[in-house]
């Protein structure tokens, strides 16, 4: 596989894989090809909320200055860095997942009857609801894809590897090397997961898919990768 590393995330993800994939011995080019931003939204009635639900670093920093009046509510947190930025912004953790938010919704105790506040982006995904667990969503950002420099698109119509951290990455990208013209038998993918990689598609080189969604677990199958 390409030694040619590229990520399209948006920042800051950017940076945080840039810098954990130099420290792992893994040179990767930044491309981003989206960026973050904040929706206004609406608070709703909190008397009986009793959590929160936060599937994304990103509806941390970009939720607003609404999050305040939240600070009460205990989080249940997607992965490790998105229970970080919480505990950072003051608020206390509950749970932390290691397999996605329909994982963390399931080790819910089912006696217990819970009515959790989602904050989401606009593009989220949708999660089965057991009986016991009431769900509230708002959604507090979307991503705003941007297109490949025509000067760019030189850089990937060739062989390279291009990593997948969101199954919205990876429409957009499909869409882009249409567009272009690109040749995706050069570009093999490395994704955070299953529903990355199903939304990625056909066509690639070879399409590898990381057995946790974690940053480390996809950077060391990446370095794997390059070093077959």
């Not at 997607?78 to 608020?91: C, I, M, N, P, W």
Request: with cysteine.
């Amino acid at each position: 596989m390409s030694l040619r590393i590229f990520s399209i995330r948006p920042e800051p993800g950017l940076s945080t894989t840039i810098k954990t994939g130099a420290e792992m011995g893994l040179p990767i080019i930044g491309m981003p090809l989206a960026q973050i931003a904040p929706r206004g939204w609406t608070m709703p009635a909190l008397d009986d909320i009793d959590g929160l639900l936060i599937g994304s670093a990103n509806a941390i920093r970009h939720a607003g200055e609404k999050l305040e009046a939240l600070k009460e509510l205990p989080v249940l947190a997607v992965g490790s860095k998105t229970a970080e930025l919480a505990r950072e912004s003051g608020f206390r953790v509950e749970m932390i997942g290691s397999g996605g938010l329909q994982q963390l919704i399931d080790m819910l105790d089912p006696s217990k009857e819970r009515h959790l506040l989602r904050l989401a982006g606009h593009a989220h995904v949708e999660l089965n609801i057991p009986d016991h667990i009431n769900l509230t969503t708002r959604i507090v950002y979307h991503v705003e894809h941007t297109d490949i420099a025509a000067e760019k698109a030189g850089l990937i119509d060739q062989e390279c590897t291009i990593l997948l951290h969101s199954a919205g990455a990876a429409l957009h990208l499909v869409q882009e090397t249409e567009r272009l013209g690109i040749d995706r038998s050069k570009i093999t993918l490395v994704t955070l997961g299953p529903r990355i990689s199903e939304s990625a598609g056909t066509g690639w080189a070879e399409v590898y898919t990381a057995s946790n969604p974690d940053e480390r677990t996809l950077l060391a199958l990446a370095r794997d990768m390059c070093q077959d």
